[in-house]
């Protein structure tokens, strides 16, 4: 183990969506682990991921999952929310790491420790991929479950990207709470007066 240095990987889901939480992840792993087919979860089936979530969660040596809700989102922006998810999923790890690695080209401010962004990290270092995982697993759960609650807006299936059906939906339903009300097509719904 002498000379092995502990790298944090970051990375976010759930920027796109109109509705709900962004999500992140930070992971330390070990010099040694056992994640078969471990990759960018966006290149991964949703079945692959489901199964790498729980071995990741197993073999880290520190992981933490973190969001800024909708709400956030509105007041503060896409990006900078996406930064305050990341800083809290470092913020919750339970290990201090040599160096952080952040998905991307932007680095959150406030970080106690050296970090670094990584254009296309998902699919460069193996601890981003697994922060991507589990940031994209804990995301969807998100969605699963608002579905439960308003399945007729079909969260299950687009997972709230603005897909035609959600537009749809949107449109004939009008926007919930969980609805990021500064992302334009909701915007322009609330506009119009048909708020929840």
């Not at 969506?17 to 070990?30: E, H, K, T, Y």
């Given at each position: 183990?002498?000379?092995?240095?502990l790298?944090?990987?970051?990375?976010?889901?759930?920027?796109?969506p109109?509705?709900?939480?962004?999500?992140?992840?930070?992971?330390?792993l070990?010099?040694?682990?056992?994640?078969?087919?471990?990759?960018?979860?966006?290149?991964?089936?949703?079945?692959?991921?489901?199964?790498?979530?729980?071995?990741i969660?197993?073999?880290?040596?520190a992981w933490?999952?973190?969001?800024?809700?909708?709400?956030?989102?509105?007041?503060?922006?896409?990006?900078?929310?996406?930064?305050?998810?990341m800083?809290?999923?470092?913020?919750?790890?339970?290990?201090?790491?040599?160096?952080?690695?952040?998905?991307?080209?932007?680095?959150?401010?406030?970080?106690?420790?050296?970090?670094?962004a990584?254009?296309?990290?998902?699919?460069?270092?193996?601890?981003?991929?697994?922060?991507?995982?589990?940031?994209?697993?804990?995301?969807?759960?998100?969605?699963?479950?608002?579905?439960?609650?308003?399945?007729?807006?079909?969260?299950?299936?687009?997972?709230?990207?603005?897909?035609?059906?959600?537009l749809?939906?949107?449109?004939?339903?009008?926007?919930l709470?969980?609805?990021?009300?500064?992302?334009g097509?909701?915007?322009?719904?609330?506009?119009?007066?048909?708020?929840?």
């Amino acid at each position: 183990m002498s000379g092995f240095r502990l790298i944090c990987g970051v990375d976010e889901a759930g920027r796109g969506p109109l509705v709900g939480s962004v999500f992140a992840a930070a992971v330390i792993l070990p010099a040694r682990y056992e994640l078969p087919g471990l990759n960018d979860s966006k290149k991964l089936t949703e079945k692959k991921r489901d199964a790498l979530f729980p071995l990741i969660k197993q073999q880290a040596l520190a992981w933490a999952i973190a969001e800024a809700s909708a709400q956030e989102i509105d007041t503060l922006n896409i990006l900078q929310a996406t930064m305050l998810a990341m800083r809290r999923a470092v913020a919750q790890l339970q290990l201090s790491a040599d160096e952080i690695i952040i998905d991307g080209n932007r680095i959150p401010t406030g970080l106690t420790i050296p970090a670094r962004a990584l254009v296309q990290g998902d699919a460069l270092e193996p601890a981003i991929s697994a922060a991507s995982v589990l940031a994209k697993v804990a995301r969807d759960a998100s969605m699963h479950s608002l579905h439960q609650q308003y399945p007729e807006y079909g969260f299950s299936g687009h997972k709230g990207y603005p897909t035609r059906e959600h537009l749809q939906a949107l449109e004939r339903f009008g926007p919930l709470p969980e609805h990021r009300q500064s992302f334009g097509p909701v915007r322009q719904l609330c506009a119009q007066g048909s708020l929840w």
